[in-house]
C-alpha cells in the first residue's frame, strides 16, 4: 500500500493500466493495436472474444475454430510484448439474432448453447476468464425474439453458475432499467451478481443507477466527468463498491477506423480522470487527496480486475 499511494504524481498515473473489453482481429491492425496500447501505459487487456459477422459459424466446428483463432492472437500478443491478457470466449447474442434467420431459432438456440458450453471447457481448463459477449440485441426485436432472448440468457447463466464462470453481458441501453432486468435474470438463474459485469456501461457508476452489477465503462467523451460525479465515496473507501473497470471496445475492423476509440484511449483517460478528481473543492472540484485517486485507479486497473478474472499468471 506504501508504493500504491503515490502511483499518482499529481500529473500522471504510473501505475497498471487495463482495458476491459477490447477485440483484436487479424484481418485488423492486430498486434500493432496491442503494442499501442501498451506504448500508451497500457499493462493488460481483457481480450474479447470477436465473431466474424460476415461469415456466421453454421456449426460448432466453426466456433471451435473461432475460438481458437482468439486464443491465438491473445498468445501472440503475450509472447510479442509486455501486456498481460486474459481471455472472454463466447457467442454475441447479435450473431444468434443473425442465425435465427438462416437456420431458424431452434437450432440457432441450440447452436448459441453448444457455443457457451464450449466456451466453458475453455474456462475449465483456464484458457479462457470469462463467457462473453452474451446477452441480448441492442436494436429492436420482435416480441418473440425478445422473449426468446431473454430466457436463454437465463439459461446461459444458469450453466456458468454451475462452474462459476464471470460473464461479460452485450445489452441494448435503456439506463438503469437494462440494470433491474439483467439482475432480475441473475436471481432467477441463481448467478452471482458479483461477477455479472455489464459491458459498453454508461459512465453513471452510482449503485443505485447500476443496480451493484459491476461494469467496464465506455470511455468515450464525458465519461471522465460522470464517473467522477457518480462514484460512490463511501462504499469505495470501505472496499464495498461494486468493480468499475474501463473499456475502449476497441473493435479493430479496418472498414470502421473512426467508429471505435482507439487502443490508447484508457491511459489518456485515466489521466484525466485524476486530475479532475483533485481539483479543490472551491474551484468546482471533487478535491480528492493523492493517495485516494492512487487508490481508486488502483481499483479500476488491478483489484478490481482481479477480483473478476483472477490475477494475471
Ligand atoms: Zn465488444
Given at each position: ?97 443473425h442465425q435465427i434467420e438462416l437456420l431458424g431459432e431452434k437450432r440457432a438456440t ?8 464450449l466456451a466453458l471447457r475453455f474456462f475449465e481448463t483456464g484458457d479462457c476468464v ?33 462452474k462459476n464462470a464471470p460473464v461479460q453481458f452485450h445489452v441494448e441501453d435503456k ?139
Open positions: 500500500m506504501e508504493d500504491i499511494i503515490h502511483l499518482w504524481d499529481g500529473e500522471k498515473w504510473n501505475g497498471p493500466i487495463t482495458d476491459g473489453h477490447i477485440h483484436l482481429d487479424r484481418k485488423g491492425r492486430c498486434l500493432d493495436a496491442a503494442i499501442d496500447f501498451e506504448s500508451s501505459g497500457g499493462t493488460r487487456l481483457i481480450l474479447v472474444h470477436k465473431p466474424n459477422f460476415s461469415k456466421l459459424p453454421e456449426d460448432i466446428d466453426d466456433v471451435s475454430t473461432a475460438y481458437s483463432e482468439t486464443l491465438s492472437i491473445a498468445n501472440e500478443v503475450i509472447a510479442s510484448t509486455n501486456i498481460q491478457v486474459q481471455v472472454i470466449l463466447g457467442p454475441h447474442p447479435v450473431v444468434w439474432s441450440e447452436l448459441h448453447i453448444q457455443s457457451v458450453d470469462g463467457i462473453g459477449e452474451i446477452g441480448r440485441p441492442h436494436f429492436p426485436v420482435s416480441p418473440e425474439v425478445w422473449k426468446s432472448a431473454n430466457s436463454m440468457l437465463q439459461d446461459i447463466l444458469k450453466r456458468c453458475s454451475k439506463g438503469s432499467l437494462t440494470f433491474q432486468e439483467l439482475s432480475q435474470i441473475c436471481s432467477k438463474a441463481n448467478y452471482p451478481k458479483s461477477i455479472a459485469l455489464r459491458h459498453f456501461a454508461p459512465a453513471d457508476v452510482s449503485p443505485s443507477f447500476t443496480s451493484k452489477l459491476p461494469v467496464t465503462v465506455s470511455m468515450g467523451r464525458g465519461s471522465v466527468q460522470k464517473i467522477a460525479s457518480t462514484i460512490d465515496v463511501n462504499l469505495l473507501f470501505k472496499g464495498t463498491h461494486p468493480p468499475v473497470l474501463m473499456e475502449t471496445d476497441y473493435l479493430d475492423d479496418p472498414k470502421r477506423p473512426g467508429a471505435v476509440l482507439g487502443p490508447r484511449t484508457i491511459a489518456k483517460r485515466t489521466n484525466e480522470l485524476g486530475k479532475l478528481l483533485q481539483i479543490p473543492k472551491d474551484e468546482g472540484g471533487q478535491g480528492w487527496k493523492q493517495e485516494e485517486i492512487s487508490e481508486f485507479l488502483w481499483k479500476i486497473h488491478r483489484v478490481w480486475p482481479d477480483m473478476l478474472y483472477g490475477e494475471c499468471g
